[in-house]
Every structure is written in C-alpha cells, then in structure tokens.
C-alpha cells in the first residue's frame, strides 16, 4: 500500500464545517493538525510561537499546506509556503471577506487584521471560497449604504483565477427526514449563536414571535437576547444542543429562517433543507441561489414585509405549499451534499 504524503491543515478549532474538511483530506492524505484556538492577543502571541516551530519542523515533510480562514493563522504559513515551494490553500469561509463596522461584524474591518489577510491571500497558491459570493457581492437588502460591497475583491484587487469556488458539503445520511417525528405546524427554527444576534436577524424573528403568537419559533445556539427585548413566550430558545437533538428540531419544525445580513455559506439552512424545511432566507450572498424555488425569499431588511410573507406561509394548506415549492431536501442533495465537496476538494488540491 502506497504510503499518503503529509498534509499540514490549520484552523482556529474545529468546528462542525471544519471537521467535514479534516475527514475529506484523510481519505487522501496523512493529515498534521494544528487546530488551535486564537481566542485573545496572548494565544494569538503564543499560537504563533507554536505555529512557526510547527512550520519549520515539517517545512520538509509537508507536501500541501491547507488553512480555514484567513486570518492571524494563515500569515506564516503562507510566507513560509511560498519561501519554501509548498503549495497552499486557503479555504475562505465567509468573516475574513467581509467589513460590515455597524454589526460589529467582519474581520476585514480590523486595520491590522485586514492587512494580515492581504498578506495571506497574496502569499497563497489558491483560494477556495465556499460561494462565490466571497469573491465580490453587492448586497442591497440592508439597505443602499457604504457596507453593500463585499468579498474580497470589493477590498483587494486579487487575481480571479487564484479562486476555485467549492460549496460546503452536508452529509445527506444524517441530515435527514424522519417520519416518525411529526412535523408541528406553523414552527420555525433558526440556528444561530448569541454574538450573531442581529448578524442573523435575531431582532426580525422577536419581531414575527410577536406577530404571529400562534406560531412557534426556536432558535438553536442562542440562550440569550439583548436586554432590549422583552422574550415573547412563543420564542424558544434552545442553546447549544447536539447534532442529533437539531436534527430532531428540523424534522420538527415546518419552515426555516435565514435572515442574514451576511452569510458566507449558510450550513444550517442546507442542513434544514436536508430535513425537508420550507427555506425563508434574506436576499444576500448565496442564500437565494441555495432556496432557488422552494422556499421564499426576503428582498429587504424590513419587518412589515416578511410579515407579509409569514401570513402567507402560516394561512397556505400543506397541499398549497407542496403546489407552490419543490422539495427542498431535492435540491440541497443535488447541489450541496458532502460526496460533492469531497471530490471538488480533491481535485483542487491534488
């Protein structure tokens, strides 16, 4: 048996999205993890300590180097790969494209941060953004102001053939629906952390609790509201649960809301989709190429109307709504399930 050639793949931990890149790579490659968490300015100082004595270490052993974000991880490995002839790539996954200051949000907003990424970007072999909206998009649903434009070349002027777009990759076979849960209707759900509040239009799905007090709507990864808001009892926050209690959630729940003002991919939607949701999605990045026609999507950042849209949803039969959208779970199989990523991934780094 022919014996894999090392791979040195760096991230900021592991999360969900991450861990499906690390399996993909080790069908193919002795995979050297560097997955360390850059939380503060000391573990930036200290993990960059680490990291070029990691770099130096393998400089010779390594065939790829193989980075999730860029950002203060993927500077020296991208100098050190081009001083020492080793192809890198840098997965870009959504925050290192993006500078929207008024969320907060956006590392491309950081002065310091931002030159760190150009750095990177320009020192890597190739760039793989999971939609090519990371490249450059002009996002109106927000509203016409100075944060419209994103993507990495609405900042830098980067070469486009130095990008190959790869969708994320779900994995259908759990992702999945189930018929033995009932579906509740009229519920939705949305998954997001508490520092994505407003990012994912946490104040927009109060708004519709409040509405609509005949609705359910769940949040998954948030516990917590800004202390602005009053809680309506109708709005279930679930915190952090585990893959398969989310999954039990999406085949529960009747429709799902992605109301991003920014969204790199948008995994949970794909994953809900998966489950056989109806997709509410904003009309920003990818997420109207990822509904196409099976769900519905919000043009503008505005409460009134998808309002509108919800009244519409909550008063349509099943039989209606199965006339007026085709299966979600078709379409995100089709276009975003993990065999794809897998062999996409492959053939761009081999």
């Not at 960059?48 to 400089?59: A, V």
């Not at 076979?173 to 009229?186: H, M, T, V, Y």
Request: charge should be positive.
């Amino acid at each position: 048996m022919d014996e894999k050639s090392k791979l040195l793949f760096i991230s900021n931990g592991i999360p969900s999205f991450t861990k499906i890149d690390i399996d993909i790579l080790k069908s193919e490659f002795e995979v050297v993890l560097f997955s360390k968490l850059w939380t503060n300015s000391f573990s930036v100082i200290i993990n960059h300590i680490l990291l070029i004595i990691k770099l130096f270490t393998l400089r010779n052993k390594v065939s790829k180097i193989i980075i999730s974000f860029a950002s203060h991880w993927s500077y020296f490995p991208s100098i050190i790969g081009r001083l020492f002839n080793i192809p890198v790539a840098i997965i870009l996954h959504g925050t290192d494209c993006a500078s929207i200051p008024s969320l907060n949000y956006g590392d491309l907003r950081k002065p310091i941060l931002k030159r760190i990424i150009k750095s990177s970007i320009k020192n890597a072999s190739i760039l793989l953004p999971v939609s090519e909206t990371l490249i450059k998009i002009e996002n109106l649903y927000n509203g016409d102001n100075a944060e419209r434009n994103q993507g990495l070349n609405s900042f830098f002027k980067i070469d486009t053939l130095k990008f190959k777009t790869i969708y994320n990759g779900i994995d259908s076979n759990f992702w999945k629906p189930n018929s033995n849960i009932k579906i509740k209707k009229n519920s939705f759900i949305a998954v997001f952390s508490n520092q994505q509040f407003f990012l994912k239009g946490g104040d927009l799905i109060i708004g519709l609790a409040k509405e609509f007090p005949n609705c359910s709507f769940y949040i998954a990864g948030c516990d917590t509201i800004p202390n602005q808001y009053l809680k309506p009892n109708n709005l279930i926050l679930l915190g952090h649960i585990p893959k398969k209690k989310l999954l039990e959630y999406y085949n529960q729940s009747q429709f799902h809301l992605q109301l991003s003002v920014f969204e790199g991919f948008g995994c949970s939607l794909v994953e809900s989709m998966m489950c056989k949701c109806i997709p509410v999605g904003s009309k920003v990045n990818i997420i109207p190429y990822i509904i196409g026609d099976t769900g519905v999507v919000l043009d503008k950042r505005n409460q009134k109307e998808l309002n509108k849209i919800i009244l519409n949803l909550t008063t349509s039969s099943k039989n209606e709504l199965s006339v007026r959208f085709s299966d979600s779970r078709n379409r995100a199989k089709e276009n975003f399930d993990f065999e794809i990523r897998k062999k996409r991934l492959l053939n761009a780094i081999i």
